[in-house]
Protein backbone atom coordinates (compact mmCIF):
# COMPACT_ATOMS: atom_id res chain seq x y z
CA UNK A 1 0.00 0.00 0.00
CA UNK A 2 1.29 3.40 -1.03
CA UNK A 3 2.66 5.45 1.67
CA UNK A 4 2.71 2.74 4.31
CA UNK A 5 5.32 2.64 6.81
CA UNK A 6 7.99 -0.11 6.17
CA UNK A 7 7.67 -3.28 8.46
CA UNK A 8 10.41 -3.30 11.39
CA UNK A 9 12.27 -6.03 10.22
CA UNK A 10 12.81 -8.13 13.53
CA UNK A 11 9.66 -8.46 16.10
CA UNK A 12 7.20 -8.33 12.85
CA UNK A 13 9.59 -10.99 11.27
CA UNK A 14 9.23 -13.02 14.64
CA UNK A 15 5.87 -12.43 14.65
CA UNK A 16 5.09 -13.32 11.07
CA UNK A 17 7.38 -16.35 11.59
CA UNK A 18 5.13 -17.58 14.74
CA UNK A 19 2.04 -17.10 12.65
CA UNK A 20 3.13 -19.65 10.40
CA UNK A 21 4.25 -22.11 12.78
CA UNK A 22 0.90 -21.54 14.43
CA UNK A 23 -0.75 -21.92 11.22
CA UNK A 24 0.89 -25.37 10.52
CA UNK A 25 0.62 -26.49 14.00
CA UNK A 26 -3.02 -25.81 14.94
CA UNK A 27 -5.42 -24.80 12.01
CA UNK A 28 -7.85 -22.51 12.90
CA UNK A 29 -10.51 -24.86 11.99
CA UNK A 30 -9.41 -26.68 14.78
CA UNK A 31 -9.83 -23.48 17.46
CA UNK A 32 -13.09 -23.21 15.63
CA UNK A 33 -14.22 -26.01 16.45
CA UNK A 34 -13.19 -26.10 19.84
CA UNK A 35 -14.64 -22.62 20.38
CA UNK A 36 -18.09 -24.25 19.02
CA UNK A 37 -17.92 -27.11 21.29
CA UNK A 38 -17.36 -24.83 24.76
CA UNK A 39 -20.07 -24.26 26.69
CA UNK A 40 -19.29 -21.23 28.79
CA UNK A 41 -17.94 -18.04 27.53
CA UNK A 42 -14.58 -18.69 29.91
CA UNK A 43 -13.89 -21.73 27.83
CA UNK A 44 -14.27 -19.54 24.55
CA UNK A 45 -11.96 -16.82 25.92
CA UNK A 46 -9.48 -19.39 27.34
CA UNK A 47 -9.14 -20.86 23.46
CA UNK A 48 -9.14 -16.40 22.62
CA UNK A 49 -6.41 -16.72 24.41
CA UNK A 50 -4.16 -19.35 22.92
CA UNK A 51 -4.78 -17.81 19.54
CA UNK A 52 -3.53 -14.15 20.80
CA UNK A 53 -0.39 -16.10 22.58
CA UNK A 54 0.28 -18.35 19.64
CA UNK A 55 0.07 -15.06 17.01
CA UNK A 56 1.81 -13.18 19.64
CA UNK A 57 -1.05 -10.96 19.86
CA UNK A 58 -0.99 -9.23 23.85
CA UNK A 59 -5.13 -9.21 23.86
CA UNK A 60 -8.54 -9.26 22.21
CA UNK A 61 -11.96 -8.05 23.23
CA UNK A 62 -15.04 -8.25 21.44
CA UNK A 63 -17.66 -5.89 21.47
CA UNK A 64 -21.64 -5.69 20.23
CA UNK A 65 -24.61 -3.45 20.52
CA UNK A 66 -27.74 -3.66 19.75
CA UNK A 67 -29.02 -2.53 16.00
CA UNK A 68 -28.22 0.80 15.02
CA UNK A 69 -25.72 1.33 17.52
CA UNK A 70 -27.57 4.07 19.49
CA UNK A 71 -26.75 4.90 23.01
CA UNK A 72 -28.26 1.94 24.83
CA UNK A 73 -26.03 0.03 26.89
CA UNK A 74 -23.39 -2.45 25.38
CA UNK A 75 -25.07 -5.91 24.65
CA UNK A 76 -21.78 -7.53 25.00
CA UNK A 77 -18.34 -6.71 26.17
CA UNK A 78 -15.57 -9.55 27.20
CA UNK A 79 -11.54 -9.43 27.03
CA UNK A 80 -8.60 -11.56 27.38
CA UNK A 81 -7.10 -11.85 30.93
CA UNK A 82 -4.43 -9.22 29.29
CA UNK A 83 -6.36 -7.01 27.76
CA UNK A 84 -5.19 -3.34 28.25
CA UNK A 85 -7.55 -1.79 31.17
CA UNK A 86 -6.48 1.95 29.68
CA UNK A 87 -8.00 0.31 26.35
CA UNK A 88 -10.81 -1.05 28.43
CA UNK A 89 -12.01 1.93 30.41
CA UNK A 90 -12.03 3.81 27.14
CA UNK A 91 -14.14 1.65 24.90
CA UNK A 92 -16.28 1.35 27.86
CA UNK A 93 -16.90 5.01 28.17
CA UNK A 94 -17.85 5.41 24.52
CA UNK A 95 -21.46 5.28 23.64
CA UNK A 96 -22.29 2.87 20.59
CA UNK A 97 -23.22 6.43 18.48
CA UNK A 98 -19.25 7.60 19.04
CA UNK A 99 -17.55 4.60 19.12
CA UNK A 100 -14.94 4.11 15.94
CA UNK A 101 -14.15 0.76 15.69
CA UNK A 102 -18.09 0.18 15.79
CA UNK A 103 -18.95 2.93 12.91
CA UNK A 104 -16.11 1.63 10.76
CA UNK A 105 -17.19 -2.00 11.37
CA UNK A 106 -20.38 -1.54 9.80
CA UNK A 107 -18.36 0.42 6.93
CA UNK A 108 -15.83 -2.75 6.36
CA UNK A 109 -16.06 -6.33 5.11
CA UNK A 110 -12.91 -6.95 5.65
CA UNK A 111 -10.29 -6.73 9.01
CA UNK A 112 -8.80 -3.16 9.67
CA UNK A 113 -5.70 -1.58 11.30
CA UNK A 114 -7.05 0.95 14.14
CA UNK A 115 -5.73 3.98 12.01
CA UNK A 116 -7.74 3.12 9.48
CA UNK A 117 -10.89 4.27 10.71
CA UNK A 118 -9.79 7.66 9.28
CA UNK A 119 -10.31 6.13 5.94
CA UNK A 120 -13.48 4.34 6.59
CA UNK A 121 -15.51 7.20 8.63
CA UNK A 122 -16.02 10.80 7.47
CA UNK A 123 -12.99 12.92 9.01
CA UNK A 124 -15.85 15.29 10.67
CA UNK A 125 -17.62 12.88 12.13
CA UNK A 126 -17.78 12.72 15.99
CA UNK A 127 -16.69 9.34 15.88
CA UNK A 128 -13.12 10.17 14.17
CA UNK A 129 -12.63 13.17 17.28
CA UNK A 130 -13.54 10.14 19.62
CA UNK A 131 -10.92 7.81 18.11
CA UNK A 132 -8.33 10.88 18.26
CA UNK A 133 -9.31 11.40 21.64
CA UNK A 134 -9.68 8.27 23.47
CA UNK A 135 -7.88 5.74 21.36
CA UNK A 136 -5.30 6.66 18.69
CA UNK A 137 -2.51 7.14 21.99
CA UNK A 138 -3.13 3.70 23.36
CA UNK A 139 -1.21 1.81 20.26
CA UNK A 140 -2.06 0.30 17.32
CA UNK A 141 -4.08 -3.22 16.47
CA UNK A 142 -6.67 -4.72 14.66
CA UNK A 143 -10.58 -4.63 14.22
CA UNK A 144 -12.72 -7.42 12.77
CA UNK A 145 -15.90 -6.79 12.26
CA UNK A 146 -18.78 -9.33 13.16
CA UNK A 147 -22.63 -8.83 12.65
CA UNK A 148 -24.94 -11.33 14.46
CA UNK A 149 -28.69 -11.95 15.19
CA UNK A 150 -31.11 -9.28 15.03
CA UNK A 151 -28.81 -7.28 13.39
CA UNK A 152 -26.72 -7.01 16.11
CA UNK A 153 -23.19 -5.00 15.04
CA UNK A 154 -19.80 -6.01 16.77
CA UNK A 155 -16.02 -6.22 16.49
CA UNK A 156 -13.34 -8.03 17.44
CA UNK A 157 -10.41 -5.84 18.56
CA UNK A 158 -6.74 -7.18 19.21
CA UNK A 159 -3.80 -5.74 19.57
CA UNK A 160 -0.31 -6.47 19.47
CA UNK A 161 3.31 -5.46 21.16
CA UNK A 162 3.80 -1.49 20.75
CA UNK A 163 5.39 -1.02 17.42
CA UNK A 164 4.21 -4.11 15.95
CA UNK A 165 2.74 -3.34 12.09
CA UNK A 166 -0.14 -5.83 10.93
CA UNK A 167 0.52 -6.50 7.31
CA UNK A 168 -2.70 -7.88 5.17
CA UNK A 169 -1.28 -11.56 5.92
CA UNK A 170 -1.26 -10.81 9.69
CA UNK A 171 -5.04 -9.37 9.15
CA UNK A 172 -6.22 -12.66 7.36
CA UNK A 173 -4.90 -15.04 10.67
Not at 99 to 104: K, P, V
Request: hydrophobic share 35%; net charge negative; with cysteine.
Amino acid sequence: MAGEKKRASGSDDKARASATDFMQNEPLFVFASRIQQSETNEQVWSIIEEICESLELTAACCRCFPNGATAEPIVFFSKTESFSRKLERALESIPGYLDAFLHASVNSSKPFRWREVIDLLDPKSPQIETYYSKIESLGEGVVVPVFGPHFRNGYFCYSGVDGREYSDHDMML
